[in-house]
């Protein structure tokens, strides 16, 4: 299983974001564009084409309505472009209120979800999971993901539990944030099983992303907070475990910038990018 990861490009200058792209073949294997700056650069799926670059395309709506119109959106722009194939995933930022009224908001988004993936298979097919049976996952199924939050471990368990097979967009900021120190992992237990609650929000993230103010200390190594630091990269490695045993023959990762507040360091997306590839690199040489 090999490592993809993605450079955030959603706060590039704009409307140019395509200057901002041609920076990115060196170091990454895609970027992240939102449908903003794909509508306002026509030429913006051209040129990670001409260079090799794979996209995430992240909607932002502010409820539920408005997903649906910005994946038809998205949908026609893409049927529309002769260079489409480029986009690999498809991340909607989903508003506050997802994990709460019972689950009204993903009620909604989901079906047309799945509907957008079945006009364009082409969208999360590279990474090559399987089902129970060995087969290929129906088209519907993985392609869109929704980032959840802020909410924590508990309550994207139930979550996911509840709306299967929803697919996430996840940091591990995110659930701690939202949980408190206690959702630190512990040791595992004597048969080495994960908590029900770890393992379905595991199961049910495709890609992972990371800022500098999720850990300091995992990407310029001036510590924000070791503990966390550590259950960080526990997170990672977990993912990545449950996708190599999924079938998967790629794993996502989006690094966004960002400042660390505990230690005011500026953390620039070549270093997360370098560290993000040597912890994926020690989970390999050590997985099984």
């Known amino acids: 299983m090999r490592l993809a990861l993605f450079r955030s490009m959603i706060n590039a200058p704009f409307p140019r974001v395509i200057p901002s792209i041609a920076s990115c073949s060196k170091s990454f294997d895609g970027v992240e564009l939102t449908l903003p700056q794909l509508e306002s ?46 986009v690999e995933l498809v991340t909607i930022r989903a508003p506050d209120s997802a994990l709460s009224d019972d689950y009204a908001y993903l009620r909604q988004v989901m079906p047309q979800g799945a509907f957008f993936l079945e006009r364009h298979p082409g969208v ?12 290929p996952l129906p088209p519907h199924i993985a392609g869109v993901c929704h980032e959840l939050g802020p909410g924590s471990l508990s309550e994207l368990h139930e979550a996911l539990d509840t709306y299967a097979p929803t697919r996430i967009a996840l940091s591990f900021a995110s659930i701690f944030e939202s949980s408190g120190p206690g959702v630190l992992p512990a040791p595992p237990s004597s048969e080495g099983h994960l908590s029900d609650e770890w393992d379905t929000v595991i199961q049910g993230t495709d890609i992972v992303y990371a800022s500098a103010s999720e850990g300091a200390g995992v990407f310029n190594k001036q510590g924000c907070s070791p503990s966390k630091d550590l259950a960080q990269i526990w997170f990672w490695n977990q993912v990545w475990r449950a996708q190599k045993l999924e079938g998967a023959v790629e794993t996502y990762f989006t690094c966004r910038e960002g400042l660390c507040a505990d230690v005011q360091a500026e953390v620039g997306v070549e270093e997360m990018a370098i560290s993000v590839r040597g912890s994926f690199s020690r989970w390999s040489r050590y997985s099984c």
């Open 124 to 135: 999360g097919r590279s990474n090559g999971k399987l089902n129970a049976h060995g087969n």
């Open 41 to 86: 650069e026509a030429d913006a799926l051209w040129e990670c084409q001409k260079r090799a670059l794979r996209v995430v395309v992240r909607l932002e709506p502010e409820h539920a309505a408005e997903a649906i119109i910005l994946l038809e959106q998205l949908s026609s722009l893409l049927t529309e472009n002769p260079h489409s194939e480029q």
